[in-house]
């Protein structure tokens, strides 16, 4: 058996922080099966109520965690993941009417990733999520070519949940830089919001093998 912790923080006109780790059965690079738990918490700003006119924000914080039990399969060119189970979810509304505590609500995430190496130089990651708590389901597609040691190149992001809102982003990023045994992933961009605020984000990330 062993075991990866990670964590990562997204930072942007929302921000979002996670943490989690995957255990393996049967190796860190075998075919098997895996558990993948996390948990995190964000806060984003939305329309909020209309009052005498003018349309005021509303504030939405939330946190939200999962135990996920999956199976990878290792080929040659890479690695793909498929991982399911429960997720739960609350959150808190702020708003100048006062604060809200939504209900705690609970269900399923459904959770991909593929990460392939079409050359020597070259990796290609695509990531999947859905989740039935937020009605949510967010995606990431990203390219690299090998560069002093990491994998630098573009990325594009989306998400979308039964709220209504969406966000969109698009930049660059360098994966599997190491220091020792723990290994990053930074990204830089520019993303958009349904609600109509953009601006840059930051995105960092870190693994490492336990």
């Known amino acids: 058996m062993s075991a990866l912790i990670f964590g990562s923080l997204d930072a942007g006109p929302s921000a979002f ?9 049967d190796g860190s690079d075998r075919d ?3 558990i993948l738990a996390s948990g995190g918490g964000g806060a984003r ?7 005498r006119g003018i349309t005021t924000n509303l504030t939405r914080q939330t946190a939200i965690g999962a135990v996920l039990a999956g199976y990878q399969w ?19 509304e702020r708003s100048v ?3 809200v505590v939504q209900p705690f609500r609970y269900g ?6 593929v990460w392939a190496r079409p050359t020597d130089a070259t990796l290609l990651t695509v990531t999947a999520i859905l989740g039935s708590t937020r009605q949510s389901a967010w995606g990431r597609l990203a390219w690299g070519h090998e560069i002093w040691g990491a994998y630098l190149g573009p990325e594009v992001a989306l998400y979308v949940d039964g709220t209504g809102y969406s966000k969109f982003g698009i930049g660059v990023h360098a994966t599997d830089f190491r220091i020792g045994d723990v290994r990053f992933r930074a990204s830089l961009g520019y993303q958009t919001e349904s609600s109509g605020d953009g601006g840059p984000y930051l995105t960092l990330g870190i693994w490492q093998p336990w």
């Open 32 to 34: 098997g099966f895996a």
């Open 17 to 25: 922080m996670s943490a989690g780790t995957k255990i393996t059965f």
């Open 108 to 113: 399923i995430r459904l959770h991909g990733e």
């Open 45 to 51: 700003t939305e329309r909020g109520p209309t009052i």
């Open 74 to 92: 290792f080929h040659d060119w890479g690695v793909v993941a498929a991982f399911a189970g429960p997720e739960g979810s609350i959150e808190l």
């Open 97 to 99: 009417v006062g604060n």
